[in-house]
């Protein structure tokens, strides 16, 4: 019962891993995915060592002729029966819902572990299945409740293992010594042969092709599902950093995403990262496939064709209580199925099979799907008020519980602000003083105990991602990409850091900027930006200007990826652990206090203030910078502060456009595995950008071909 109930749990709340970043539902679901596995062994153990007692007992006793002793071993050989019919449940229960087959990509690299649990599981329920005959009675319903749970674990390890990285190859080419081995036989022969480069035939028209008039109008949502699965299966290499495109394939994505709106964009980067998430978290491959029709169509009926059997049956002999535990054991199975086709009826798999059918997308199964799709995006993005702040910062209220429970992603930014964290100043919600009082209470327990990177978590704050927001860093994007219309030239400047960043902003390149932006680590670079933004950001009289609120946000959730998403960062971030420590001991120091805490009685703007005030010389701080071991960077953003408010042509636009720039930058070289991992937490904003860069053509993943030709052996003249 309780591995059925897990079974309930999982596969209603594991598709929220998706749809959130917050801690305790992700650790809900992680929980429960373990303690799954682990009930569902440990039952169909004890089932078979009682099964095995049970036997022992009955065969000792089977001397006695006595009427209430035969009516002892009649019910104990009738409720045996019934453990035997609930070891296959066991399996039913191992092969996991569709909604999850792996919590990590770890997991994946396991599916040799799962194979052997496949084999020794089965074992065991055949075991103890052949130990109960030949007078058990049930011996039909548990052969099909049987080959249904065979099915279902059979699923979950197929899927761990097309999901696992290592069958994401790269393309071999051709036979090279096969080639050589029969030119050589021939030429020995004197048989006249060469090897020629025949240029193979180009894939049939793309959806994306058909559909080339509609590129200019806003896309229908089924439009949107076909035209991201068709990118999802030429991008699927970048899974493993191995994309290997044709020139017309990069050229068509490139003209694609110059011809389409940034909501449309968005649109099809989100249902194309769902179909990374499912290919490499859920059973999605394996059933969506003719095979996994076949199969799961015929589980279902064993389920089923089981319970009408087991209910024609005489239940004489058997205990009541364990009756109804078997019939809970069917209804949940049933139960189960049932949720997984809705599922399975619902997902976007099942709209790129059925769009490709539809001729007229105004017939009935065309608007069943678009309010389907509506469903899962009612408001991918926020619009913005005119004071530039967010409408929501949560998932509120007014699109509300449709968006919560169907979204294809989180929605949301995180942010961290250092100086913030500096100061000890927790973000500001609106809640209750007594929450307030506990939650200081709490932090100081925290501290005491030594768990600081947990506290660290709790000046973490949560934003719904504004259309201002993406809209920006798509043009800018898209104004990047045309720089870089070169295969080989994107790749060099992705690398170039100061070009890259600094390529087309508008305003003037002083030795200070561009040393702050090349000279220096990126995490350094990171954090002076970070603070001098934050300096500025407070320091500049506050107007009606989307692109301060922009510069704001990009300032905090790179703040919060460089603090705490270590992992994704690690191609980029160097030793920004030091660095931010340093800097908050240099704080600490100017300010002359003894703890940051003593911080909090100062004002912010009293505090930004002291240091604008601070002499920052940019020669003896460069100079100072590399002759001491030491990290900080507090003064060196001091001195970009001021620089860029002398500067009378820098704006919020140039300053936002260079938060794009250190954003992009990061995302195409960071690896691919913590972009996929993060897929499963909510997703990351530079996840969608990573994606964008790939489709742009710019990135140093990108390795592109001249032709999909190949070498073929000619004979004869």
């Known amino acids: 019962m309780l591995s059925l109930s897990l079974q309930g749990i999982l596969i209603l709340f594991a598709p929220f891993r998706k749809r959130t970043s917050r801690p305790w539902l992700i650790f809900l679901i992680w929980s429960t995915y373990l303690l799954a596995d682990f009930i569902a062994l440990f039952t169909i153990g004890l089932i078979s060592q009682k099964q095995g007692d049970n036997l022992m007992k009955i065969n000792s006793k089977r001397s006695m002729t006595n009427v209430a002793s035969t009516a002892h071993n009649r019910n104990r050989k009738g409720d045996g029966d019934l453990f035997t019919l609930w070891a296959p449940f066991c399996l039913l229960h191992l092969g996991g819902p569709d909604t999850i087959t792996a919590f990590s990509l770890q997991d994946n690299s396991l599916w040799v572990r799962h194979l052997a649990g496949l084999i020794i599981q089965v074992v065991v329920a055949v075991y103890t299945f052949v130990q109960s005959l030949p007078e058990n009675k049930l011996w039909l319903p548990i052969s099909f409740v049987l080959v249904a749970g065979i099915v279902k674990y059979a699923e979950r390890t197929r899927a761990l293992y097309l999901a696992n990285l290592d069958t994401f190859q790269a393309n071999p080419g051709p036979n090279y010594v096969k080639l050589m081995q029969a030119l050589v036989v021939h030429r020995q022969a004197r048989v006249p042969s060469r090897i020629l480069m025949v240029p193979g035939q180009r894939k049939k028209k793309s959806v994306v092709e058909e559909n080339t008039t509609k590129r200019l109008n806003k896309l229908d949502d ?162 913005e008020s005119t004071n530039g702040k967010a409408v929501s910062r949560t998932c509120g209220s007014s699109s509300t519980l449709s968006s919560c429970l169907f979204r294809r992603w989180s929605g949301s930014v995180s942010l961290y602000n250092f100086m913030d964290y500096f100061r000890k100043e927790l973000p500001k919600e609106k ?24 506290k660290d978590g709790k000046y973490a704050t949560r934003q719904r991602m504004g259309q201002d927001l993406w809209n920006f860093i798509f043009e800018e994007l898209q104004e990047k990409s045309r720089l870089t219309d070169n295969p080989r030239a994107s790749e060099i400047m992705s690398l170039k850091r100061g070009d890259w960043i600094l390529g087309h902003i508008d305003f003037i390149r002083s030795d200070v900027i561009d040393y702050y932006i090349n000279e220096i680590d990126y995490d350094q670079s990171l954090l002076v930006w970070h603070i001098a933004t934050e300096l500025i950001y407070n320091k500049k009289v506050p107007k009606a200007n989307s692109h301060r609120e922009i510069s704001k946000t990009l300032s905090d959730y790179m703040m919060y990826l460089l603090k705490m998403q270590p992992t994704l960062m690690s191609a980029v971030a160097g030793v920004a652990k030091k660095t931010f420590q340093d800097t908050c001991a240099e704080g600490l120091r100017f300010f002359g206090r003894s703890t940051a805490r003593g911080l909090m009685s100062m004002k912010k703007d009293e505090a930004y203030t002291r240091i604008l005030d601070a002499e920052t010389e940019y020669s003896k701080l460069a100079a100072v910078m590399g002759n001491t071991g030491s990290k900080s960077v507090l003064f060196h953003a001091c001195g970009l502060a001021k620089e860029l408010l002398r500067d009378e042509k820098m704006n919020w636009t140039n300053l936002s456009q260079v938060w794009v720039g250190l954003l992009s930058y990061a995302a195409c070289r960071c690896s691919s595995t913590p972009h996929l991992e993060l897929l499963g937490k909510g997703g990351q904003l530079i996840t969608y950008v990573w994606l964008l860069m790939a489709h742009f053509g710019i990135g140093k993943q990108l390795y592109v071909t001249d032709t999909n030709a190949r070498a073929k052996l000619i004979v004869g003249l």
């Open 222 to 383: 089924i439009t949107v599902v076909q035209h991201a699965y068709y990118f999802f299966l030429n991008f699927m290499n970048l899974i493993v950093d191995q994309l290997v495109l044709l020139i017309s394939d990069r050229d068509e994505s490139r003209q694609y995403f110059h011809d389409i709106s940034s909501e449309d964009a968005f649109k099809v980067l989100s249902v194309e990262l769902n179909f990374f998430y499912e290919v490499l978290y859920t059973k999605a491959v394996v059933v969506h496939c003719k095979a996994g029709y076949f199969f799961r169509f015929m589980s279902s009926v064993l389920i089923v064709v089981a319970l009408s059997l087991f209910y024609s049956m005489e239940k004489h002999g058997f205990r009541s209580i364990n009756v109804k535990i078997t019939y809970i054991l069917f209804g949940g199975a049933i139960a189960l199925d049932l949720m997984g086709f809705f599922m399975f009826v619902f997902s976007d798999w099942t709209v790129v099979v059925l769009g490709k059918k539809l001729k007229n997308k105004d017939s009935l199964l065309a608007s069943a799907l678009i309010k389907c799709l509506k469903l899962k995006c009612p408001n991918s993005l926020k619009p």
């Open 431 to 454: 809640v209750p003083k007594i929450i307030c009082y506990w939650r200081t209470f709490y932090m100081e327990v925290i501290r005491v105990m030594g768990l600081n990177e947990f």
